[in-house]
């Protein structure tokens, strides 16, 4: 079965960085991309990006071009999100999720990261 | 930029139909595909209606896409409400020239 599986909560300050990662199980990597959305407290989904696992192309939220990263290790089947720069604001829940396409459906979900910015 | 807009919340009585819109801000809604995700407290989202209207493989035919060009707008049907739908939906679609992802603000569902 198709599995997603991110790594723990994080806390870091205002100004550091943080890589998630996302590991993939049950099916073939390279054959989907994975999106990476977040989701302060309380908040709605915001949709921050997506890679090809099969390239490493990637389409990126203009409000976090320049601070985000996203790249994929086909050895491993992992995927990774790095945003830099980090604010108080960027305290969220991040999730990873599977997409054939940029514009296509989120088909399978990670459990999610919470990672928290805070001085 | 393209932005998509939801009713913040809406509520309805178990066994009644609820509609939830999503209306887009600018060009053709129906240029791109819109999912709609289901969202219970504390869980990731789960996709109840793909590429407009389709549902995956375990949503219950209670759930239905459509889209209304007319007025730019994506719509979630619940019919036959029971309160284990209560939940927030979001809609979901991509804006073309900005080669990005586009989320809805979500609309909290309740069943009284």
């Known amino acids: 079965q198709v599995q997603l599986v991110q790594s723990g909560a994080e806390v870091k300050k205002p100004g550091a960085s943080v890589k998630v990662s996302c590991k993939a199980s049950g099916y073939t990597f390279t054959s989907y991309g994975i999106g990476w959305v977040r989701q302060a407290p309380g908040q709605g989904l915001e949709w921050m990006g997506w890679?090809?696992?099969?390239?490493?192309?990637?389409n990126y939220a203009q409000k976090l071009q320049g601070r985000v990263t996203m790249t994929t290790d086909t050895s491993t089947s992992t995927a990774y999100m790095e945003l830099r720069s980090l604010r108080s604001d960027d305290t969220a829940v991040y999730y990873c999720?599977?997409?054939?396409?940029?514009?296509?459906?989120?088909?399978?979900w990670g459990q999610g990261t919470l990672v928290t910015v805070s001085s | 930029n393209f932005m998509l807009t939801q009713p913040h919340s809406v509520s309805e009585s178990p066994g009644k139909t609820v509609t939830i819109s999503c209306t887009g801000s600018s060009g053709s809604i129906a240029s791109n595909y819109v999912q709609w995700y289901q969202q219970r407290p504390g869980s990731a989202p789960t996709t109840v209606i793909y590429?407009?209207?389709?549902?995956p493989s375990g949503v219950p035919d209670r759930f239905s896409g459509s889209i209304d060009s007319s007025s730019n707008s994506a719509s979630l049907t619940i019919s036959g409400l029971k309160t284990e739908d209560e939940a927030d939906y979001y809609c979901?679609?991509?804006?073309?020239?900005?080669?990005?992802?586009?989320f809805g603000g979500g609309t909290k569902l309740t069943v009284l």
């Open positions: 979901q679609s991509y804006d073309g020239i900005n080669h990005g992802g586009v």
């Open positions: 890679i090809s696992s099969y390239n490493g192309n990637t």
């Open positions: 590429e407009d209207n389709q549902r």
């Open positions: 999720a599977r997409a054939l396409m940029v514009y296509v459906n989120f088909d399978y």
